[in-house]
């Protein structure tokens, strides 16, 4: 259905119940991801492990002489963006009227930090601030795809 105010696609139900079970699904799998697959253990004892300098460990991943794995680098470069990607294109299906970047930030942002907060909290990860910046490439990246899918579907329409 094309709302023409907003000149944007706004899904209408069944689909958006359906987007909305998948949403809830594909986050309870991240969740289960970032805090039990991958063979996370808890580390118990040790401090508490954090990162709040922007681009450090990202360099680290860059640096082609500390013995890490072309597969390891991709996996954590490339995996913390495209595993943000669905929540991106996914989240503006959801709601009933547009969303701008800056809004599905502020959704993001704070989702992000909990989860980061409570790797480091629970001992299964740590907080790293380049975790957060790789996320949220993945959720804008994830939502460019929808504004781009919305434009050309409401050229479509118009035609």
């Known amino acids: 259905m094309i709302n023409r105010r907003h000149k944007e696609t706004y ?15 594909y986050s309870a799998t991240v969740v ?3 805090f039990i697959g991958f063979g996370r253990e808890v580390h118990t004892g040790g401090p508490l492990q954090y990162n709040l300098v922007p681009f450090r ?12 794995s072309l597969i390891n680098r991709l996996v954590n470069l490339l995996g913390n963006v495209v595993v943000f990607i669905p929540f991106g294109f996914l989240s503006p299906l959801v709601k009933t009227c547009p969303i701008s970047c800056l809004r599905i930030s502020l959704y993001a ?51």
């Open 32 to 34: 289960y991801w970032m």
């Open 109 to 159: 942002v704070p989702c992000i930090l909990l989860l980061e907060c409570l790797q480091m909290l629970l001992h299964v990860g740590s907080f790293d601030i380049d975790d957060l910046l790789l996320n949220m490439l993945g959720v804008w990246t994830g939502y460019g795809l929808f504004r781009v899918i919305s434009f050309r579907s409401n050229k479509e329409g118009e035609m």
């Open 57 to 68: 460990t990202v360099s680290l991943y860059f640096n082609l002489d500390n013995g890490l």
């Open 11 to 25: 899904r209408s139900w069944p689909l958006k119940g359906l987007t909305q079970v998948v949403l809830t699904l």
